[in-house]
């Protein structure tokens, strides 16, 4: 039989379970501009209709291919440091048809956020800090021998990235800059900071861009620690507006058209996987931790 003092233990264990927060869960604390994060009941063919997607559904793509033929939902993962219990990751893939238009040097797929003007986003005005976390699938490893944009800031006129997160070996600079670590280049490509690729666990950054102060600020962490802050405050022309990209932009090798020509493998089954997009307000001086 419950005795009254019984009972009243049992509430006050339950209670306190609920009281312990997800470990996943970390809050977003700044104004949102853009959430790309991805609603743990969203369905793959979501990704095809402006009606139902966050992003962008007929670019930066190969045209045979449709977003939900892209994207994959990695299974058991839990998600990243800002997904909590309500989203899950998303991978972005690509195959031998991600050639989008005629650029047949590149095997690309990239999402837009959908309200990600290229002239007049309100992304790319004040100060915003793009979030995003990666997280690698060993059964569709990237080749590092090539050099791939992951999430990048593209100008309006597609003449500069006003930032390059990046891995693989980047053509120009293969003495200087090791493979297998994700980098941070600025507009004129100099590195501006880098960590090892890891391969299980979660790499979680945020990058503040002031469009009025022409400078820019990193934040890492690895698994679901808190973010800190990895750089000075680092000088950089966020010039040009356009738009953010995040996915996989892969260059052939053996070429100086990268655009147009070089050596690509065929059979490719590659993927990077995504948690914790979203674009927020850091106006104000906040950055979510
Ligand atoms: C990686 O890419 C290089 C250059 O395209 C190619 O020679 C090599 O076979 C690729 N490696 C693997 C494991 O696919």
Redesign the pocket.
């Known amino acids: 039989m419950l005795t009254p003092t019984i009972l009243t233990l049992l509430f006050t264990l339950a209670s306190t379970a609920l009281a312990v927060p997800h470990p996943h869960a970390a809050l977003i604390k700044c104004p949102l501009i853009f959430d790309g994060r991805i609603k743990t009941r969203t369905q793959l063919t979501d990704f095809d209709s402006s009606a139902t997607s966050l992003f962008n559904p007929d670019n930066v793509k190969g045209s045979s291919l449709k977003w939900s033929q892209i994207i994959q939902f990695p299974e058991r993962d839990k998600g990243s440091r800002f997904d909590g219990c309500s989203h899950k990751p998303l991978e972005v893939t690509i195959a031998d048809a991600s050639v989008f238009k005629t650029q047949c040097g590149f095997r690309r797929a990239g999402l837009i956020f959908s309200g990600d003007k290229n002239i007049g986003s309100p992304a790319s005005r004040g100060v915003k800090t793009l979030h995003f976390s990666v997280r690698e699938d060993e059964a569709r490893g990237l080749?590092l021998?090539?050099e791939y944009l992951n999430v990048w800031h593209e100008t309006s006129d597609w003449s500069a990235n006003q930032f390059s997160f990046q891995t693989g070996t980047i053509i120009g600079q293969e003495g200087s800059l090791a493979k297998n670590t994700f980098k941070i280049l600025s507009r004129d490509n100099k590195l501006i900071w880098s960590t090892p690729v890891e391969k299980k666990e979660w790499q979680n950054f945020a990058i503040t861009l002031d469009f009025d102060k022409n400078t820019l600020n990193l934040y890492y962490s690895k698994g679901h620690e808190p973010l800190r802050s990895v750089t000075q405050t680092v000088p950089n022309n966020n010039a040009g507006e356009g738009q953010y990209q995040i996915g996989i932009l892969k260059k052939?090798?053996g070429t100086d058209d990268v655009v147009n020509s070089g050596?690509?493998?065929s059979g490719i089954d590659e993927g990077q996987i995504y948690g914790g997009i979203f674009i927020e307000d850091s106006a104000s001086g906040c950055v979510s931790l």
């Open positions: 080749n021998t090539h052939p090798t050596y690509q493998e």
